[in-house]
């Protein structure tokens, strides 16, 4: 079984920044595919970003487009979200997750995701 951990989460102020980092044992992690979702109290969980094996190719979602970024480092086995300019509506858990699929592709749908972190709080003040 894959295992992914996520740190980085906390209590910002609007306008602040946090960097998330999720990391893994996996011995094929530069094979997965990799995303980051969300999901607030009450609500879906939603696509944030995403970025293919090879770091080549990023999607990121709508609401956080030109804020966030996000990135890999395959020799030590991470993905990264850094995370700028944050706003209230970005409070949820953020949660790390990936599957295989060495491809140019980057899916956004959570169902399509089959290793899953156990996820970080982040919190943003007015």
């Known amino acids: 079984q894959v295992q992914l951990v996520e740190t980085g989460g906390g209590l910002v102020q609007a306008g602040e920044s946090l960097r998330l980092s999720c990391g893994t044992s996996?011995?094929?992690?530069?094979?997965?595919?990799m995303a980051w979702f969300r999901q607030a109290p009450g609500k879906e969980r939603e696509f944030v970003a995403g970025?293919?094996?090879?770091?080549?190719?990023?999607v990121y979602a709508d609401s956080v487009k030109a804020r966030f970024t996000v990135f890999r480092d395959n020799s030590k086995k991470t993905v990264h979200l850094q995370m700028n300019s944050l706003k209230p509506e970005d409070t949820a858990v953020y949660y790390c997750?990936?599957?295989?699929?060495?491809?140019?592709?980057?899916?956004?749908?959570?169902?399509?995701?089959?290793?899953w972190g156990q996820g970080t709080q982040v919190t943003v003040s007015s």
């Open positions: 997750a990936g599957r295989l699929y060495k491809s140019a592709e980057v899916f956004t749908t959570h169902r399509e995701y089959v290793y």
């Open positions: 970025i293919s094996w090879s770091g080549g190719s990023t």
């Open positions: 996996s011995q094929i992690f530069s094979r997965y595919m």
